[in-house]
């Protein structure tokens, strides 16, 4: 808006708390407004002011709106004011050419959108400005007045003023042919008026809604009224969701033969929406695992703790009739609970702290190649001393890996390249989980197989065995905490190490894959970036 004098505005409401409201929503445009509560006190204020724009309540105590417009128009300095009616109901044909017949130029229907009420009385303020002389103005105010009934000759005087509104406005048949097209609409959607004049706009806009056009067409001959969103493609081929309000258009006999329409651009608000609503969804089913995951360790905790207690009990209970070695085997066995329940905790920490977003890696250059080697060293003397263990270096086929004397190491690339930067501790932890999985759910005598790949970004790493395999049916929730296969209820195990290797993956931002078929094996394979900054 340009740089002028204030004018005055005149708000007129018998209700307080609308008032201030009105005051809030206008404060910004800098001008000055006047309030009255009532008809009588309205005109007081006509009869001393000259205003740029009334906005009047039609049902006000004692004379009505109506009646105080009758008033209004009867001062001469105020019959060509333009006067905006507001009510709290949809204003009914009788109402409106009761509205119109005493100089109204609009009905604004309450609770009335700010930005609808900053536009429409901007426009009135400029053109209070542009006309200079208050004659100019109640000849065009006088021209609506005596030409309502003429169709043409009232759409091509609204028009002029909903070029100035920068809202999509256009005027429509019921078969969704444009008859009038304003600045705002080419501006979002890019078809200039002499483009789209006369044609369909929901075909040229390729507009896609959650209800029929059919669907569309009878609410609002049923309601006078729809609102709604589009997805909509413009001239430029962008993707668009538009809210639109639609009010029907009746000829002098009552017969719909169209709409009036307004339209906005709220795909940003709608992006802003979808993105709090993943974050939230995302937030909570993260909230519950973690319950379910904190819950679960502490049963399994539980289970451990009464392990121990009763094995102290046998112990107090017997300790006059247990000989030494008894003795030392129950200790044992206290022992052993107390390292589960411990190894529990930890891992329980780390993966609460992983979810909570902790930045949990001590990245150092690692030899993965020696880690590898060593790892399946300790097992083949250790846990895997039944198992025929192969570490496979690069692309060659193993041989003679029968000897249960020292695990078989075949490389074929450098071990230079083995140098990166990973946490060593959470590696070694997440491919001895792996290992010792295969070796656990695998006969004496099978073969298992790790094999490192190095590429120009990333190293692979596999591990493959001969084991018992994972049934169809439980693959997909294998690396759910304490999710254990249907064919493993003979084996002990809390079913919590496949989801730490998976935690362990993706705090390297790599990528873990299964593959398994139930008696056949199951070979997991493990993509890792070489590129991890360690800063």
């Not at 009867?74 to 060509?80: C, D, K, L, N, P």
Request: hydrophobic share 35%.
């Amino acid at each position: 808006m340009k740089d002028h004098q204030p004018v005055n505005i005149l708000v007129v409401d018998d209700s307080r708390t609308h008032l201030k409201i009105v005051q809030v929503v206008l404060n910004p445009l800098k001008q000055t407004i006047i309030t009255a509560n009532s008809g009588e006190e309205a005109i007081e204020c006509v009869k001393q002011e000259d205003f740029a724009v009334i906005l009047l309540d039609v049902n006000l105590p004692g004379i009505n709106g109506f009646q105080t417009a009758a008033r209004i128009r009867e001062i001469q300095r105020s019959q060509t004011t333009p006067i905006i009616f507001m009510t709290a109901m949809e204003a009914s044909d009788v109402k409106l050419f009761q509205g119109y017949n005493q100089g109204a130029v609009d009905f604004l229907i309450k609770p009335i959108p700010p930005f609808i009420l900053k536009s429409k009385v901007s426009v009135f303020i400029e053109l209070y400005h542009q006309s200079h002389f208050i004659t100019s103005q109640t000849t065009y105010i006088d021209q609506i007045s005596e030409n309502l009934q003429k169709q043409e000759i009232q759409i091509k005087e609204q028009s002029a003023l909903l070029e100035l509104i920068q809202e999509a406005i256009m005027i429509c048949d019921l078969d969704h042919n444009v008859q009038f097209w304003n600045k705002g609409s080419s501006q979002l959607y890019g078809w200039r008026k002499n483009e789209i004049l006369e044609k369909n706009w929901y075909q040229l806009l390729k507009a896609k809604s959650n209800e029929s056009p059919e669907e569309i067409k009878k609410k609002l001959i049923l309601n006078d009224i729809w609102d709604g969103e589009f997805l909509v493609t413009n001239k430029q081929n962008k993707s668009l969701i538009t809210y639109h309000r639609w009010t029907l258009r009746t000829d002098q006999k009552g017969k719909p033969i169209g709409y009036f329409a307004i339209s906005y651009d709220v795909t940003d608000k709608k992006r802003e929406q979808l993105a709090i609503r993943r974050s939230l969804e995302k937030e909570q089913e993260k909230n519950l695992f973690q319950q379910q995951f904190v819950g679960d360790s502490f049963n399994e905790i539980k289970n451990s703790l009464n392990l121990i207690s009763g094995t102290t009990q046998m112990i107090r209970l017997y300790k006059q009739k247990l000989n030494i070695e008894q003795l030392l085997n129950y200790i044992e066995r206290i022992e052993n609970y107390t390292k589960e329940t411990q190894e529990l905790l930890e891992d329980l920490l780390f993966v609460i702290k992983a979810n909570a977003g902790e930045n949990l890696l001590n990245l150092v250059p690692v030899n993965l190649y020696k880690l590898c080697e060593n790892l399946v060293k300790s097992l083949k003397f250790g846990q895997g001393r039944n198992h025929f263990i192969t570490f496979v270096m690069g692309d060659e086929i193993p041989q003679n890996t029968t000897s249960q004397s020292s695990p078989t190491i075949i490389s074929s690339q450098s071990k230079d390249k083995a140098l990166m930067y990973l946490d060593e501790k959470i590696i070694w932890k997440m491919l001895n989980t792996l290992l010792s999985n295969a070796i656990q759910y695998s006969k004496d005598k099978t073969h298992i197989e790790l094999k490192l790949t190095y590429e120009e970004d990333q190293v692979i790493i596999r591990v493959q065995d001969q084991g018992i395999g994972i049934p169809i049916e439980d693959q997909a929730y294998i690396f759910e905490p304490f999710y254990r296969g249907k064919n493993t209820e003979s084996i002990s195990g809390l079913g919590i190490g496949l989801h730490l290797v998976q935690t362990y993956v993706r705090l390297h931002q790599g990528k873990i894959m299964m593959t398994s078929s139930a008696g056949q094996g199951t070979t997991f394979q493990i993509i890792l970036p070489r590129n991890l900054n360690p800063n």
